[in-house]
């Protein structure tokens, strides 16, 4: 039992006056490469952390639910299953439970779809950094989704887990989400990316063994303030591209991604400013991610690197979604000899970037980012070595994509 099941557990006993059925863990995830292209209809390549969201739980025979964190403020928020059921799925509907929103709109799908759910007690804590673009939300959804299917022995596989937690968190959070974050949360692997096709659901197991070299998460630890609006933003003038060069094929392109660079170059003149440079990240970054695929297949973390340089400069031109807090960590990890690659990773301005470097180095690689960062924003930034870790739905039998 880790720190964090420890402390788990004894929220739950201190909070319920009894010992928890059972702990649960749902991962993180961070984004290798595929960034702001799940809702363009592209490939994303994400792996599950070993970090992640933990619960203690047991069931209650009286319909009762009651939900307690031991990361935020607050004491028990209580619920009747019964009611939750009852709501409808908006936003506004569950604003006045705060984070327990997450949870209970992952209750009130299951109930939707005829899952039969008593009550239940849950305590959760996380090993996420908050703020941080770690989908500690989408870890969060999915954790319930494990929670209920084995208190209360529901029939539910991990895709259907990951929509179902996509749908709670767009119509009770009321975050307009793409389906990477609870994907991979759900069907993540130790050792492995995740090949996902975001149009289609297909996806694939690459090994990701870094071998020689490490991953390094690096936080800005810069609140992301602009990451919605600007993410709604960018949505739009997709939409927008799409709209105006679609129907120059036959048939017509229902997704950016769906146009190869090679037919994107045919028809880009149609396309105004900034239009032009978005739609170009879209269909370049989807490209990147089938060759990092290709990269992993045949264990040339070199030629990953590369990539995800060329991801997070994509990123900073035509998509404009990084901001000086996350060039300034890119460009000091950047500046070393041993870092193969670095890149944002998230929703942007703010939050969190990855590096590959080489291993021996790792602690070289962490001081002189660490320094150069300070010098030039005037705060710390937070730097940890990233393991992969397996999520609650990685290992089901209905794995025939893979």
Known sequence: MNKY????????????????????FAPGRVNLIGEHIDYNGGRVMPCSLSLGTYAAAS??????????????????????????????????????????AYPLGVAAKLA???HSIGGFEMAVCGSLPRGSGLSSSASLEVLTCA???????????GVSASLLSLEAERDCAGVNCGIMDQFVCAMGRR????????????????????????????NTKKP??????????????????LRLIGGLFEPQKTALCEITPEEFASVSAVLPEPLLR????????????????????????????????????????????TGRA?????????????????RMTGAGFGGCAIAIAERSAAEDVIAHVSALYRSRIGYDCEIYTAETGDAPFGKDDNDENC
């Open 5 to 24: 099941e420890s402390e788990v557990c004894s929220v739950f006993e201190a909070r319920f006056g009894h010992a928890p059925a059972r702990t649960f």
């Open 59 to 100: 069931p209650r025979a009286d319909g009762r639910i009651r939900l307690v964190s031991a990361d935020m403020r607050g004491g028990v928020i209580e619920a009747d299953i019964g009611a939750v059921s009852a709501l409808e799925c908006r936003p506004e509907c569950f604003s006045g439970f705060g984070w327990a």
């Open 112 to 114: 939707s779809r005829s």
């Open 147 to 157: 929670v209920l299917k084995e208190l209360f022995g529901l029939t539910l596989d």
């Open 191 to 218: 050792g492995a990316a995740v090949l996902l096709d975001t149009h289609t659901l297909e996806y694939g197991y690459f090994p990701f063994d870094p071998g020689e070299n490490v991953l390094l998460i690096m």
């Open 224 to 241: 992301r303030r602009l990451a919605d609006s600007k993410y709604n933003e960018r949505r739009a003038e997709c939409e927008e591209a």
């Open 278 to 321: 978005r739609a170009r990240h879209a269909v370049t970054e989807n490209r990147r991610t089938l060759e990092a695929a290709e990269a992993l297949e045949a264990g040339d973390i070199a030629r990953l690197g590369r990539l995800i340089n060329a991801s997070h400069d994509s990123l900073r031109d035509d998509y404009e979604v």
């Open 326 to 342: 996350l060039d300034t960590i890119v460009e000091a990890a950047r500046s070393h000899p041993a870092v193969l690659g670095a």
